[in-house]
């Protein structure tokens, strides 16, 4: 069973910085696969935030987040982060790591078969 684990969520204000993590705890070979942030703001579908391959060396971002969003990862600790700085009011949702069956990068969600449990980010004004 694979189980991956979101934290670093929280409440804060416009403009400050906040840092995810996602621990794949089980089921699935951390390394061997590439992994995505998604967010689903209040009355809105899912939508896709940033991946990262296996290697980590590639990355993309949705248009929203680019310049202000970092993806990363540390094989060794089976975890990916979303480093978000400059945060905007928009930017309230709740966060989603996912791990995708490949190795490459994808910004599609429906290729994503594996996904947390989601933490909750709320920026306020």
């Known amino acids: 069973q694979v189980q991956l684990v979101e934290s670093g969520g929280g409440l804060v204000q416009a403009g400050d910085s906040l840092r995810l993590s996602c621990v794949l705890a089980?089921?699935?070979?951390?390394?061997?696969?590439?992994m995505g942030w998604f967010r689903q703001a209040p009355g809105k579908e899912r939508e896709f935030a940033a991946a990262i391959s296996w290697t980590g060396f590639d990355t993309s971002y949705a248009d929203s987040v680019k310049g202000r969003f970092t993806i990363s990862r540390d094989n060794a600790k089976n975890t990916v982060y979303l480093q978000m700085n400059s945060l905007k009011l928009e930017d309230t949702a709740v966060y989603y790591c996912?791990?995708?069956?490949?190795?490459?990068?994808?910004?599609?969600?429906?290729?994503?078969?594996?996904w947390g449990q989601g933490t909750q980010v709320t920026v306020s004004s």
């Open positions: 996912a791990t995708h069956p490949s190795r490459y990068i994808s910004t599609r969600l429906p290729e994503y078969d594996h």
């Open positions: 089980s089921g699935r070979t951390f390394s061997r696969h590439a």
